[in-house]
């Protein structure tokens, strides 16, 4: 079934992360997802979330916190990994829609977790690498990161960088202003 055009689910995860390798027996592991729905047509982000997922093979580490703000604490009161893609896939139709990321990790995140767990993925067949079209579409030799995408496009970061719901709204705004350009549409503010 094709994606829905109206609407794009714009995801941004943060994971379990070191200062180096895992500590033996553990593995990065989603801890949480920034959601942001962008309205195809207007431009608008319709919605934001952030989705804090309870780690089950890891620990957030004091790198983690220092890195995205997230303590053991408050992603311990999170939701399953499985109870967090069933919301992506009943609130926000993420099984029918095309979806976004800054890169192709947090695709291959997503892909690798649901297997390991057993967990049905969330996601319809309609990714866009949004790291990727920027450099597409700007002729850059090579791509980069969010920070300097917004830069590029004159988009002033919103939030707290290498936090999901933040890091998830930046794109859309990011994506947004792509896909207005594209249609000679004012980028909105």
Request: hydrophobic share 40%; proline share 8%.
């Amino acid at each position: 079934m094709a994606a829905k055009p109206d609407r794009i689910i714009v995801i941004d995860v943060e994971a379990t992360c070191w200062e180096g390798e895992p500590p033996p027996g553990q593995e990065p592991e989603i801890i949480e997802i920034g959601v942001c729905v962008l309205d195809v047509l207007s431009g608008e982000r319709l919605a934001r979330e952030g989705i804090f997922v309870r780690p089950e093979r890891s620990q957030v580490s004091l790198f983690c916190t220092q890195l995205t703000t997230l303590t053991p604490e408050r992603v311990g009161r999170g939701v399953t990994f499985e109870h967090a893609c069933r919301i992506l896939r009943r609130k926000y139709a993420a099984g029918d829609r095309a979806w976004a990321s800054y890169g192709d990790e947090d695709r291959r995140l997503f892909e690798r977790q649901c297997a390991a767990r057993g967990v049905p993925y969330p996601f319809g067949p309609t990714h866009l690498n949004v790291k990727a079209l920027v450099a597409l579409l700007h002729g850059l030799p090579r791509e980069i990161g969010l920070p300097g995408a917004l830069a590029l496009l004159n988009l002033p970061a919103e939030g707290t960088p290498h936090r999901g719901v933040d890091d998830a709204c930046n794109t859309a705004r990011l994506l947004a202003a792509l896909i207005l350009h594209h249609r000679g549409v004012l980028i909105p503010s």
